[in-house]
């Protein structure tokens, strides 16, 4: 049986959602956007869990007021609608041209469709609403990461300022917030001028924030477009730095990977494209984007052949293998329901098929009891003793065999 | 702009990419008007959806068709109403019906296909699919032994690629399928696919798709084609429907041989 896993990620998640409880000011400030999603106003009735294969009995003790969110922010016709559907609604960039300004903050709750458990909050941009009535409290403590839009095919000086006001506001009502720069639409940008762009943007934000003494805040940037993975891989980044389990995937997958004589694995949010975590070697972004086309073609297929009845989300039991001529094979399996293992391997290491299926079977075991974990924070003795990885202890070795 | 294309192992397709500048439509008509339009299979004309000028493009259209009329009467007309994406999504059938038919009446007396498509979808692949299957040649026998595969190895249903373009030329499905869109999309997931391959200079060989209630299989098939299997028996173990088709690629082979033979010396299409 599986031994639990490093307690100290437990008593983050505890940390971390530990939010303040403020006093909810009245509700006609915050209305929900009625728009293209989820109409979030009042507590969602059903379990929103944290997606395993025993997510109906799996109820969080988190009400809709602390989930945790990410912000997006940025002035207006940044771009940050459009991030957000292309990311988590599967938009196609091109359609984005379509959308209209967005007016009223719009609370997208992904987590119906999306092993990640946040709320995304599009904050209008034409709406400078530091200075209104707004319940900053409310809104920045309950916030996991701030991610900051500034539109890098215009003048960022305008942008740079609001980004200092936001940081430092949103800093004094929660230091825990992480905050992350997306320098985006550098789609039209030559390489060399991307890297400048970045070089440029980060000395004055880091400047700025020096000489008004916060020196303790740190930003972290990050190129974007939506015409390409960029925005995916940012994305994947931010919401890595909110999952407390990280760890314990990371190693989990490490684990796997050599065992398996795999070369690269990644956990993907099915929908979204974000990958959750990955073993310890670099990140190749030409992998990951082969990795997320190799997703779409199995969605694609799944919807066009594959049950009515359910969405076209993962199925049960999806597997996928694509065969290239440089002798790499591509296989995708299920792990839980939004949740897919890709792995990158080599046609030799193929043959040994049988002990990576059961590797992974072992794998998936151990990440449903990862996550499993978390209900055990409601009981009240709640600290469970610490113990070593060894969870996987058993994973066959496919290079003795 | 001229460029010789080669489908299927032996069918040679001379597509003419004309300019349409008016400059040079002005010299199709008049100077080159019988080398253009002489011994022509197909004519594929392609309109902008946004352009402000329908009335010369209807024009130049027309003087196309008298041209075609005179020297290649038999020649099998599509327009393309192109750039589709620039249209309101719930705007596009209304628009392409409207041109649809202004189009029909313009031709006669002679008879044209009009598909609406964009780049940016599978629309293309649905009129190139379907010029291509008035090119083929034998596309009737294909289908015939198609069946009889999908019969023996109880698929739902075949599809046959052909493999430069991965245009879906023949097909047999012996369970029906609400999607009647699904060809082009299917070429369009693949097509989009193996750009992404060629990104990291590489290309795929096979692939398998599966889940509890279906599994798609694509191989390559004989030295021209790709075949797509779906099976919805998923108890069938995928290693037994990937020797069907193996033994299967000789007997397709030997048809595609054939039929070479038929054809003698390489007919060549003028497109």
Known sequence: MFKLVNMKYILTIKDFFNVQNHKQKSSKQMESHEGFGVSVGSMPKAAFSYHGEDDDQIATVLSSDVKPRILLMGLRRSGKSSIQKVVFHKMSPNETLFLESTAKIFKDDVSNNSFINFQIWDIPGQVDFLDTNFDLDMIFGGTGALIFVVDAQDEYIDALTCLHQTVSKAYRVNPQIRFEIFIHKVDGLSDDHKIETQRDISQRANEELHEAGLTDLHLSFYLTSIYDHSIFEAFSKVVQKLIPQLSTLENLLSSYVQNSMVEKAFLFDVVSKIYIATDGSAVDMQSYELCCEMIDVMIDMTCIYGDDESECACEQDSTCIIRLNNSSILYLREITRFLVLVCILRDEAFTKRGIIDYNILCLQKAIHSVFDVRTKLNKPNGVLPVEGMNSIGHLANSTNA | ?271
């Open chain 2, 1 to 271: 702009m001229k460029k010789k294309v080669l489908l299927m192992g032996n069918l040679v397709l001379n597509l003419w990419d004309c300019g349409g500048q008016e400059a040079f439509m002005e010299n199709y008509f008049a100077s080159q008007r019988d080398n253009i339009f002489r011994n022509v299979e197909v004519l594929i004309y392609v309109f902008d959806v946004e352009s402000r000028e329908l009335e010369k493009d209807m024009h130049y259209y027309q003087t196309c068709l008298e041209a075609i009329l005179q020297n290649s009467p038999s020649a099998k007309i599509f327009c393309l109403i192109h750039k589709m994406d620039l249209v309101q999504e719930d705007q596009r059938d209304i628009v392409f019906r409207d041109r649809e038919d202004d189009l029909v009446r313009l031709s006669k007396p002679l008879q044209c296909a009009c598909f609406k498509t964009s780049i940016w979808d599978e629309t293309l692949y649905k009129a190139w699919s379907s010029i291509m299957y008035q090119l083929i040649p034998n596309v009737q026998e294909l289908e015939t032994n198609l069946a009889r595969f999908a019969e023996i190895i109880n698929a739902d249903e075949v599809l046959l690629f052909e493999k430069a373009t991965f245009l879906v030329i023949s097909h047999n499905e012996r369970r029906k399928h609400k999607d009647i869109h699904r060809f082009e999309k299917i070429s369009n997931i693949i097509k989009q696919f193996k750009l992404s391959c060629s990104k990291v200079a590489a290309s795929f060989q096979s692939m398998e798709v599966r889940n509890n209630c279906f599994a798609a299989f694509i191989e390559v098939f004989t030295s021209n084609t790709y075949v797509m299997v779906i099976m919805s028996d998923t108890s069938i173990p995928s290693e037994l429907t990937l020797i069907n088709i193996r033994n299967a690629r000789k007997h397709f082979e030997k048809l595609e041989k054939l039929d070479k033979n038929r054809l003698n010396a390489g007919r060549q299409w003028r497109v």
